[in-house]
């Protein structure tokens, strides 16, 4: 017997598949490194920051409003929602997807459907062609933001799984600021070249995502469920045993996944009705109100409309306007680093309670400076409120705008995609985690069509609705949702068995720790009530 990360082995207990020697579909070597095979498919998740600052750069651009015949601000929130309206779309369509093609070809497709949509928006010349590219690249960030999380989660070991679906977020935030840096360099050039250029150079990531994924392995949970369980034992070994199908590690997870697959093959078929059964249904409301309030927080409104939060603080001139915004996307990468270090040491609980109040604080803060100091006044035309000759408030309020942006980045950012991609069951993985980012891109859609409407109408009092959502979610956290981190996949099955529905913080971390001989008794008592 042997002790490894405080898990007991017990080698000479189990006599695993012998080695089987097969043509690969992948390069070993780079499936022997975890964080490659991690961080490689967050591309996808890159996808959807390069849209978030491909339109928010180009918002106060002369030839982008030009070209588009000077949107009204339902227009251009309409505009701006038609790629959130096309990720709900791919989303859902991960429901078929990822359990017919599997998680790499799911991936592979995303970034084909992105190069599509890219090459529509470059070329727009129209609203409704600039509509049409968003909708169907929206579909690969509704793909995409799906299924990457879910293969993370299942090639990762539990020690570094929440780690490595963090870098998920991580990726959004390079994506947002390197296209918003290509914006802002692209600026100086005149006429409808200063946004042709990032929306065509956007392509370049996804054409690196579809060929470089070739060489990385299929999920081994997938393959164990399409009975295909050498090839999983080989990719298993690849990526955690050095090669080694005897490695202890390996055997240990092999047998949790195939003892995970084969109990949830008894209880029925995959199908969506499995969604609506004790024990998944309050996973699934978990999950989906995750990403609502993920969404409600207020920071997606914050990033794509950051332009118009600044003006109406008094933030004058294009491009001190552009650079103000830079500085919030540089804050909002820099923060995620540390969650993304210590997610799985901080726990996912802590993380949704206490970056949901700071949140709340800040944007409080920000509707308090902007009623007191603001005023109505004319912007671009248009009649709005904002703050006129007073450089401390509008200070304060970028100040605040950063303080926000940095306490979601190190918190509600990476955790909200950690934590649905690792509470289902295998059977309705694929389902379940669609349906939980379909919400996140239902409520990013029915926001990126308001907030301009919002910020026109009811000004102020926009920062104030957020700022009430963070609290509401805060106290839903707190009383419902459990501890996940640092546990396998199929031990999380028993910390949802233990209850606790409204009293979340009951559940202990030890729940659901498993070693190699319970794993093994677990599979003997199946193979006896079987022959029963």
Not at 206 to 226: C, K, N, Q, T
Not at 291 to 303: E, R
Not at 307 to 320: C, N
Request: contains cysteine.
């Amino acid at each position: 017997m042997q002790r490894l990360d405080g898990i007991l082995f017990h080698p000479s207990s189990v006599s695993p598949p012998p080695p089987v020697n097969m043509g690969k579909g992948y390069n070993a070597r780079i499936a022997s490194n975890p964080y490659i095979v991690g961080t490689f498919a967050c591309i996808g998740g890159g996808l959807f920051g390069l849209d978030i600052s491909s339109m928010s750069a180009a918002l106060n651009n002369p030839a982008y409003t030009n070209t588009f015949n000077n949107p009204t601000a339902n227009a251009q929130g309409a505009m701006v929602a038609s790629m959130p309206a096309g990720s709900l779309i791919g989303a859902l369509s991960v429901t078929y997807l990822g359990d017919k093609l599997g998680r790499k070809k799911t991936i592979i497709l995303a970034a084909l459907f992105w190069v599509i949509g890219s090459i529509l928006q470059c070329a727009s010349v129209n609203r409704g062609m600039l509509v049409v590219g968003r909708i169907i690249a929206g579909n690969s960030v509704g793909i995409s933001s799906t299924v990457v999380p879910v293969y993370q989660s299942e090639i990762a070991a539990p020690e570094i799984r929440g780690r490595l679906v963090a870098f998920q977020q991580w990726s959004i935030t390079w994506g947002i600021l390197l296209q918003y840096f290509v914006q802002f360099g692209c600026s100086y050039i005149n006429g409808t070249a200063s946004f042709r250029i990032p929306w065509g150079l956007q392509m370049i990531p996804a054409i690196i995502l579809a060929f470089g994924m070739i060489a990385f392995p299929e999920s081994p949970r997938w393959l164990v469920d399409h009975n295909r369980e050498a090839e999983a034992l080989e990719i298993l070994a690849d990526l955690h045993g050095g090669g080694n199908q005897q490695d202890d590690l390996v055997v240990l997870e092999f047998e949790e996944i195939k003892s995970q697959v084969y109990f949830e093959r008894t209880e029925g078929a995959k199908s969506w009705s499995d969604l609506l059964k004790p024990g998944v249904s309050r996973r699934v409301v978990l999950g989906s109100s995750l990403q609502m309030w993920s969404q409600l927080t207020g920071m997606n409104v914050m990033m794509y409309y950051v332009v118009y939060v600044f003006e109406g603080a008094g933030l004058t001139g294009r491009r001190a306007n552009l650079i103000a915004d830079s500085v919030q996307y540089v804050l909002n990468v820099a923060f995620t680093v540390p969650a993304i270090i210590y997610i799985d040491k901080w726990g996912r609980r802590p993380m949704f309670i206490y970056g949901c109040l700071v949140m709340g604080f800040w944007l409080y803060l920000v509707g308090g400076l902007q009623a007191r100091f603001g005023q109505w006044g004319t912007l671009n035309g248009a009649t709005t409120w904002v703050v006129i000759n007073n450089p401390a408030a509008t200070k304060a309020i970028i100040v605040c705008s950063y303080c926000f942006v940095s306490s979601f980045a190190i918190t509600m950012g990476p955790a909200s995609w950690t934590y649905p991609a690792e509470i289902f069951p295998m059977r309705v993985r694929a389902k379940a985690v669609s349906l939980s980012t379909a919400t996140n891109w239902l409520f990013n859609f029915a926001l990126a069509w308001a907030a301009p409407p919002m910020l026109a109408n009811i000004q102020w009092k926009t920062y104030f609705v957020f700022g009430t959502f963070n609290f509401a979610a805060c106290i839903h956290f707190f009383f419902c949702f459990p501890e996940t981190a640092q546990r396998s996949l199929e031990e999380i099955e028993d910390v949802f068995a233990q209850g606790h529905e409204y009293s979340a913080w009951a559940v202990s971390r030890s729940v659901g720790k498993k070693d190699l001989a319970d794993v093994l008794a677990h599979k003997v008592d199946e193979k006896e009530s079987v022959d029963a």
